[in-house]
């Protein structure tokens, strides 16, 4: 099974900062990696698909980087609306992992 | 709009079984591979199993194996998860979750989810 680590778990920023989270998978995934964003008692929402291509509806400020076993998401300006917690997930292969999870505290 | 609702959990002790539904609507179901994904409250979330559009391809976490089994009925846009032999380690929050493109099994990111039914395996 494939492992997806992210990093941190938890990120303190301010609003208008730049914000980077950085996920690794244990072997290759090529671009098939995916971004969610779930708030509390919420269910997750998708951000990004295929590693870089923004959901439709999803702020321009959210982008998505890397192939093979690297893959960031950044937020460009944080907004007081991206308090969060943000997942990736691989679908290079069943069975599907997500990561642990970055919290993002404003 | 396209809505997902599951339904079927509950309280139940340990070695019992549990039927969850999801009814879909807003979306022409058949077209899409559907998947189970759990969470224990304030933890990450977990894929357990999904099933392709047509019910031609089917998997399942290793964690689950063997005791869930997924099926779908496209005539009544309906998901369900069988959970047999429950452990107290099956207690979280379960989402019906809909796969992005149509069509394709292994292109499985999910642009839909549920609210959850809540599953709590206990004596």
């Known amino acids: 099974d494939i492992q997806m680590t992210q990093s941190p778990s938890t990120l303190s920023a301010s609003v208008g900062d730049r914000v980077t989270i950085t996920c690794r998978a244990s072997q290759s995934i090529s671009s098939w990696l995916a971004w969610y964003q779930q708030k509390p008692g919420k269910a997750p929402k998708l951000l990004i698909y295929k590693a870089s291509n923004l959901e439709s509806g999803v702020p321009s400020r959210f982008s998505g980087s890397g192939s093979g076993t690297e893959f960031t998401l950044t937020i460009s300006s944080l907004q007081p609306d991206d308090f969060a917690t943000y997942y990736c997930?691989?679908?290079?292969?069943?069975?599907?992992?997500f990561g642990g999870g970055t919290k993002v505290e404003i | 709009e396209v809505q997902l609702v599951e339904s079927g959990g509950g309280l139940v002790q340990p070695g019992r079984s549990l039927r969850l539904s999801c009814a879909a609507s807003g979306f022409t179901f058949a077209e899409y591979g559907m998947h189970w994904v759990r969470q224990v409250p304030g933890k990450g979330l977990e894929w357990v199993s999904g099933?392709?559009?047509?019910?031609?391809?089917?998997s399942y976490a290793d964690s689950v194996g063997g005791r869930f089994s997924i099926s779908r009925d496209n005539a009544k846009n309906s998901l369900y998860l069988q959970m047999n032999s429950l452990r107290p380690e099956d207690t979280a929050l379960y989402y019906c979750?809909?796969?992005?493109?149509?069509?394709?099994?292994?292109?499985?990111?999910?642009?839909?989810w549920g609210q959850g039914t809540q599953v709590t395996v206990s004596s």
């Open positions: 979750a809909k796969s992005t493109p149509r069509y394709n099994w292994n292109d499985a990111n999910f642009d839909y």
């Open positions: 997930q691989e679908y290079k292969s069943f069975p599907l992992t």
């Open positions: 099933i392709s559009w047509n019910s031609g391809s089917l």
